[in-house]
């Protein structure tokens, strides 16, 4: 595997980007990563890892550069409640235009890599980040080919540029893994979105992960990590990229 972490010119500064992808047998399909709300971290990096050894090229980009952040645990410690409303700080300072803004810079840096292709790409967000997945599959619909959203907040909302309207622009296939206990993204947001996909016939699925809770494909978040579900989100995404990249 090559591995490398570089500084990709944006237009507000310069994102720094985790890369990994196969040594050989190249150029890979991207697979464009967004972090979820704890930053980069080594977790992140070994996901990114495991998606790069099924044969993909992967980027996982710091979104809270513009902050000065890369990884939280990096900053000086606070209480838990102090460090908890930081980090939702953090979440605060970006938005889906300002992200929109930095993955056409990934995009164009990934074009211009011999080893990755120029063909069909995928998106993958978590948490915070599910609403940039589907964003970016709807700003690129001749090019994103799959898109998903795991456990992503804010994916309805009453503002123009809402998720759920933007599944509608997208061509790609969307994937939504959604957990039954999640008070950031609660049923009823599921329901909506549930129903947007079917009223609209989308190509997208909304899968309820029953009994579990957010954070659960994340193997060092504690009690509410679900092995049995993480896995079964890794064969949903590697199924999905297998019908719609390679």
């Known amino acids: 595997m090559i591995e490398q972490t570089i500084d990709i010119p944006t237009k507000h500064g310069a994102i720094t980007t985790f890369i990994v992808h196969p040594e050989r047998d190249g150029p890979r399909p991207l697979v464009l990563f967004f972090m979820d709300a704890p930053a980069i971290r080594e977790e ?44 939702f700080e953090l979440m605060g300072s970006i938005s889906i235009p300002l992200i929109m803004d930095d993955a056409d810079a990934l995009l164009d840096y990934a074009d211009r890599d011999p080893a990755a292709s120029k063909g069909k790409i995928a998106t993958l967000g978590y948490c915070m980040s599910g609403q940039y997945a589907i964003s970016f599959a709807a700003r690129y619909p001749d090019r994103v080919a799959a898109a998903a959203s795991i456990y992503g907040v804010q994916l309805v909302t009453d503002g123009p540029d809402s998720p759920h309207l933007a599944a509608q622009r997208a061509k790609g296939e969307l994937y939504f893994a959604c957990a039954e206990h999640d008070s950031y993204a609660p049923l009823e947001m599921v329901e909506t979105l549930d129903q947007t996909v ?44 297998k019908r719609r990249l390679i």
Do not use: C, T
């Open 44 to 87: 992140l990096r070994d996901m990114a890892r495991r998606i790069a050894a099924a044969g993909y090229y992967v980027m996982l980009p710091n979104l809270y550069y513009r902050s000065g952040v890369l990884e939280l645990k990096d900053l000086p410690p606070l209480p838990e409640a102090e460090a908890r409303a930081r980090m």
């Open 198 to 241: 079917k009223s609209k016939n989308l190509n997208a699925e909304v899968e309820l992960y029953e009994g579990v809770h957010h954070g659960f494909a994340f193997p060092q978040r504690g009690a509410v990590y679900d092995k049995p579900a993480a896995e079964r989100h890794w064969e949903r995404l590697f199924s999905l990229w």
